[in-house]
């Protein structure tokens, strides 16, 4: 699958190709990127092609390549709900959980919310889902400021959540959710809004 917006493409990521080993390693060997979305810094362009022969290759993760560079910038995809958000509960059928991570030179641009903006029509559309999940640190403004920009409310905090991949490291979170009945209002609002 392939999705394309104004600046982005959104294709899957290449398991033996050395441009998108070479770009996830550039952004995943930062500091700031890795542990604000619970996964450890890459050491090496090992450990990013890693990454992309395992997580990224899993259904519905996408790279975020932007159009002028032609080359990944960031990630994003839609998995099974976490063990935090209950997948048995009547409400929760029919979801999926977003994640998504950029490199750090392209934070403030709108980049990660004009792909998520795809992911969820896609999500909603295509693979007709009820609804979407979304967790982030409660410290991080960023991650909480996309995901406002999403349209995804706030359902609840949890404290204390153990972040494996990252050791003995825990965190709380922001817990978030929207529905496909919210994503459609606020697509026809914004759409009113343009015309």
């Known amino acids: 699958m392939r999705m394309e917006t104004d600046r982005l493409v959104l294709r899957p990521w290449r398991v033996d190709d050395d441009g998108d ?16 979305a619970a996964w450890p810094v890459h050491r ?12 990224l290759s899993e259904p519905e993760t996408y790279a975020v390549v932007l159009k002028a560079r032609r080359e990944p910038v960031g990630s994003i995809g839609l998995k099974p709900l976490s063990a935090i958000i209950d997948p048995s509960e009547e409400e929760n059928r029919d979801a999926l959980e977003i994640g998504y991570c950029i490199g750090s030179s392209y934070w403030g641009r709108g980049l990660i919310p004009e792909a998520a903006r795809a992911l969820l029509r896609h999500a909603f559309l295509d693979l007709g889902m009820q609804s979407v999940w979304g967790t982030h640190d409660v410290a991080n403004v960023q991650s909480s400021r996309v995901m406002d920009k999403l349209g995804m409310g706030v359902v609840r905090t949890r404290g204390h959540v153990h972040l494996a991949l990252l050791g003995d490291i825990y965190r709380d979170e922001t817990i978030r959710r929207i529905t496909v009945e919210q994503w459609s209002r606020d697509t026809r609002s914004r759409a009113a809004e343009t015309v």
């Open 21 to 36: 080993i070479d770009a996830l390693y550039r952004y995943a060997s930062d500091p700031l990127i890795g542990p604000s």
């Open 44 to 55: 090496s362009r090992e450990d990013s092609a890693q990454a992309i022969r395992g997580v």
